[in-house]
């Protein structure tokens, strides 16, 4: 077992061309920079885009996936190509350069070496036309790296086809022949490292779809970037060699086993809000009884009691309310200095009259304005509470449900305020026929009254009026005030019976605007059933990502998450949940807007502040993520990368013979002699070379096949050939 000693990332560009590859790519990308930032520094990935007027050069990461050339030919996009050329080699030129920038290598510590390799990783699927540039592109790259003696160029190619389309074939076919052209002439300085991936694996296996061969390609280029195994494999064998014996090709798998700290912690973060939510917000917690009394009572007290109701319906009215359902009138205006007593009764009826069609009027419009304000303050006052009710933090645990047993109250409450309406005809009636019987008295009362002698009237105006009261204060005085009493008991009467006609129609009203906010209200509570609902959805979904976060996404790359690991994190970055309420609701606005969110909003609410609780677990490795692995466990993982890695690429040695071609066996990571993965390998039938990596979160196990002579690939040549020529017959 041979060993190689650890090393940053060499400066690498990797190139991919055609978009059936990019998103491979991307995930190599996003896995290679999260395990050391600094690499990218030194690392760069680019793609060509054929989508544009222009070809252009752009990073990977800004490629638009799923996008096709439409029914571009080859020699349309050879075409395309050339009238970009200019840019896309600029553009290589600067990539290369920014690579080779002293500053750049100084930051990732690189700034001492005198020689330094160079990698130039080309990714293409041979089937899509877009493999076409390959003809030019690669004397481009060869031409840049004249002056560049540690430089290498690498293909991964694949040529699978998992469909039953012709055309995808036959291009790989011709785009094969082509490269064979290339290799063939004899022109190049730096003969390229070329991978090539089929769908026939070597032995008697295959690759099962399109994502398996992607998952494979993509890892094998995380290999080649780790620990400079692309230069290592690129030294094996010298050009002269590969020439003469015509073997230009490698077959080449990867498995890896990845350990993502970034899921971790997601992972952490969805166990704890899934916990936070079933002890603090499920609908399934039973809430104190105690709070929801309080509250409702604070509201009714504030703003749903009958006498803050009849203070404002009443604003700036004549009548007055008293008490929670009373209401009085004094007919201030009406007046009996210098009225006879026999005007008594007729002054009453004339100012009833003008009350009636002048006032009243005046004063219905006044309540109906006043009832409508009160509508409109009191659905805002009631939305700004129920709004506010479950961000009450001392409603909880339970706090939603909690919420709406506080709608409850404030529904009985309301409904105090409304009332069967009375009869106003009727009321009216009763009244008038009272009133008239009052009226009556008073007229029969003055009529048997002693008059004065009518001499008295017949004496000047300036003596007949004293004398007159004169006479009336002598011989009326117990009369006059039994008519006063009758006279004040009319108007009594009278002011009792606008009273109860406005008491009925304030009824009318409270009645009326309490259906409307108990409609209102019913609102309310729907809106805090969905919160409930959503949050109970959010539990779930919670608990049911956990179990999504912690599968590995391919046998062929693994993921070191399992229970143990994700319970052992769980509670080794775990604060006390003492706290958490008051935070996620006070600080956090876990609950801001509720009305108007939806569950995304919650749950990356709940996420990012659950995640900040695990950030201490960001320099977690990935051995330390297999010490919490059963032990068996962590030698299954490597098991399974073992027997995972098998080359793409299945050549016919029994029709052409193996020539010098030969196998190598590669563990990567980051100190692999104390791997807990290592003793599987150290025990394996085969020979096992370890290259340490600079890599904390990644292990890799990968094998390659050297010096593949072409006889023994002709039957790949041959398919796309035969279905080129039934093309051209059809």
Known sequence: MTTTLPMISSPALVLSVGNSLVSAVMDVERIFFRSDPRRNSTTRFLTLNLHAKKTELIPACEMEQGRRSGSLTREQIHEQMRDGMEGVKSGIRSALHELRSHERLIEVGLGAKTALPLDVIVVADLAEPESAVLEIILPMIESLLTDEPYAKIHLLLSSAVFSDDPVLTANAGVALGNLQVFLESGEQSNMPQIYLFDRYKEGIWEARDAVELQTILGNFLLALLSGGLAQHLAHQVTQLDVEERRAYFCGASATILIFDVELLQKACAMRLGAEIVTAEFHSKIVPDPMPVEELAAEFALNFANLQAWMNRLFRESIFQPHGETGVDLHFSGLQFEDVPMEDWVKTIQSYETAFKEKQLPAQTDLIQKNASELNSEFLEQLAQFVQSLPQQTRLYPGGVRSAQMVIEQIRKILQRGQSLPG???????????????????????????????????????????????????????????????????????????????????????LTDLSANWTTALDKHAKALKRLQSTLDKLQRQFTDRIVQLIASSSLFRLSALDEPVLSWAYYYGKRPQEGFRHTLLTEKGFLNDWHKSNLKTFEERLGDFCQQIYLPLSNTDLEEALHHRDGKDANALAVSMLQGAVPLLRPNFDQAGSGSSFQMRFFQCREPLTSSLYPVFKNDEQDWAVVSTDDPLVAICCRVRMMIPLSSLNYIFERGQITLENNEQT
């Open 423 to 509: 009869d106003i005809s009727a009321i009216e009636q009763d009244w008038n026929t009272r009133i008239r019987s009052s009226l009556e008295a008073l007229n029969q009362t003055m009529l048997l009254l002693p008059k004065p002698p009518r001499w008295f009237f017949h004496l000047p105006a300036l003596f007949r009026k004293p004398v007159i009261q004169l006479f009336n204060l002598i011989f009326l005085y117990r009369d006059l005030k039994t008519l006063t009493d009758l006279r004040q008991a009319c108007v009594r009467l009278l002011e009792q019976k606008y009273e109860a006609w406005m008491k009925e129609s304030v009824a009318r009203h």
